[in-house]
């Protein structure tokens, strides 16, 4: 987040703004990962800069509910001003992929309410929503493991990864990379729910990047912690 300023920008100058930097050729690549807008996340982030933080202007751009204003919003809002009953009503508004993710990780991680929003997004039944509460558990394992039943993710894991849905069963595999990244008392078994169950082995992946299949994921990350 830039530093705040007072500007007056109203609503409708930035949606005209952003309407003028939709680009056909940048929402066919978004709508490829379901996303809905054709703005370039560079442009966006410029508009950002240039608009600092702004709170109000952040809650009139998310509640027209264009998803590049929304990604507009959680760029120049101020994550720790939302009380917890509205960062969920937020994420269980937030269906687009870019959105969900951009919500979670720059304003509710940032959030005085992460580990009430873990547990309660973790036990939902919405796969979307669930998905966030497994995103928040991985940054748990990685930076406050304390208290944390390692085992016990690792058996929900084994038991219910496979037959998640998308967005649910990657972040499930991500939290399970982490947690053989992050504690070798736990990496074998780790390594072994992965080679069991498959899950993204054939995920296409660009050269020079790493595998999300958790097996080689785990590897890779543990050798660049050795070297």
Same mark, same amino acid.
Request: proline share 5%.
């Given at each position: 987040?830039?530093?705040?300023? =007072?500007? &007056? ?20 690549? !978004? ?22 933080? =702004?709170?109000?202007? %952040? ?7 264009? #998803? @590049? %204003? ?8 101020? +994550? ?24 979670? !990780? ?38 406050? +493991?304390? &208290? ?10 084994? @038991?219910?990864?496979?037959?998640? +849905? ?17 504690? +070798?008392?736990?990496? %074998?078994? %780790? ?14 992946? #660009?050269? &020079?990047?790493?595998? *999300?299949?958790? *097996?080689?994921?785990? @590897?890779?990350?543990?050798?660049? =912690?050795?070297?």
């Amino acid at each position: 987040m830039a530093g705040t300023t =007072q500007t &007056g920008t109203t609503v409708g100058e930035v949606m005209a703004e952003l309407a003028a930097l939709e680009d056909p050729r940048f929402r066919a690549v !978004n709508e490829k990962h379901g996303d809905d807008h054709g703005v370039n996340l560079g442009a966006l982030r410029a508009l950002a800069k240039r608009l600092k933080t =702004q709170q109000d202007l %952040a809650l009139g751009l998310w509640a027209t509910g264009d #998803s @590049a %204003a929304r990604l507009l919003a959680l760029l120049i809002c101020r +994550p720790k001003a939302f009380d917890r009953d509205q960062l969920d009503v937020m994420l269980r508004e937030a269906r687009r992929p870019k959105v969900h993710d951009w919500l979670v !990780n720059y304003v509710v991680k940032k959030s005085a309410h992460t580990e009430e929003l873990r547990l309660l997004w973790s036990a939902d039944p919405d796969p979307v929503v669930a998905s966030a509460g497994w995103a928040l558990t991985s940054e748990r394992v990685r930076k406050q +493991p304390e &208290g944390l039943d390692l085992a016990g993710l690792l058996d929900v894991v084994e @038991a219910e990864m496979a037959g998640a +849905p998308d967005r649910l069963q990657w972040a499930m595999n991500e939290c399970l990379a982490t947690i053989g990244i992050e504690h +070798p008392a736990y990496r %074998a078994r %780790a390594v072994g729910i992965g080679e069991r169950l498959r899950v993204l082995e054939d995920y296409p992946t #660009s050269p &020079g990047c790493t595998s *999300p299949f958790a *097996p080689t994921w785990i @590897a890779e990350m543990v050798r660049r =912690q050795e070297t």
